[in-house]
T-cell receptor
Framework: AQTVTQSQPEMSVQEAETVTLSCTYDTSESDYYLFWYKQPPSRQMILVIR??????QNATENRFSVNFQKAAKSFSLKISDSQLGDAAMYFC????????????????FGKGTHLIIQP | DTGVSQNPRHKITKRGQNVTFRCDPI?????LYWYRQTLGQGPEFLTY????????KSRLLSDRFSAERPKGSFSTLEIQRTEQGDSAMYLC?????????????FGDGTRLSIL
């Protein structure tokens, strides 16, 4: 079974600064997908960024980028120019890509990192 | 844009009672997922539907839990003889079939409290 580990229960960053959230995972599969989701307090989970394991290029979405190290099974999220609205729980998630029909497994989540933005 | 809708938002019940939650996915999404999230943890996968077929169930889904998606649209999750340990946020998500990296869109969840 796959596991996802987020070793930072909480991170704090000054507004406008850059912060990196860590995620490692364990799998024996070669085909999979990785995601970062954001969950603001009492609000729904929102996709931040996604990465296909077969792609070497790191995904980027505006101020959000990932550092995907497949050999090291590491998938960190970098948030540049942090904003107050970035404050939330951030979850790293894994999804198998190996099943017929397109990787129908549910997501496996880490325990999350609570990101605090200091004004 | 109507997202994933879950009802009720909160449910408080006594131990031993049955509860049922409803999830309405995004209309064109044929895949629907249920997750459970306890305090301080990430969501845990419970079960998954493709159209009306329940294709996968986690070992977390004990025989007290049952999920249905009768017409491939909305889904219900029923918990029978609730226990204290069932207190959690129950999240529903939906996605579009086609590519494995299609993101799952989540609802606001139903928070269950067992007295």
């Amino acid at each position: 079974a796959q596991t996802v580990t987020q070793s930072q229960p909480e991170m704090s960053v000054q507004e406008a600064e850059t912060v990196t959230l860590s995620c490692t995972y364990d799998t024996s599969e070669s085909d999979y997908y990785l995601f970062w989701y954001k969950q603001p307090p009492s609000r729904q989970m929102i996709l931040v960024i996604r990465q296909e394991a077969y792609k070497q290029q790191n995904a980027t979405e505006n101020r959000f980028s990932v550092n995907f190290q497949k050999a090291a099974k590491s998938f960190s999220l970098k948030i540049s120019d942090s904003q107050l609205g970035d404050a939330a729980m951030y979850f790293c998630a894994y999804r198998s890509g190996s099943k017929a029909g397109g990787g129908a497994d549910g997501l496996t989540f880490g325990k999350g990192t609570h990101l605090i933005i200091q004004p | 844009d109507t997202g994933v809708s879950q009802n009720p938002r909160h449910k408080i019940t006594k131990r031993g009672q049955n509860v049922t939650f409803r999830c309405d996915p995004i209309s064109e999404h044929n895949r629907l997922y249920w997750y459970r999230q306890t305090l301080g943890q990430g969501p845990e996968f419970l079960t998954y539907f493709q159209n009306e077929a329940q294709l996968e169930k986690s070992r977390l889904l004990s025989d007290r839990f049952s999920a249905e998606r009768p017409k491939g649209s909305f889904s219900t999750l029923e918990i029978q003889r609730t226990e204290q340990g069932d207190s959690a946020m129950y999240l529903c998500a939906s996605s579009l079939q086609g590519f494995s990296n299609q993101p799952q869109h989540f609802g606001d969840g139903t928070r269950l409290s067992i007295l």
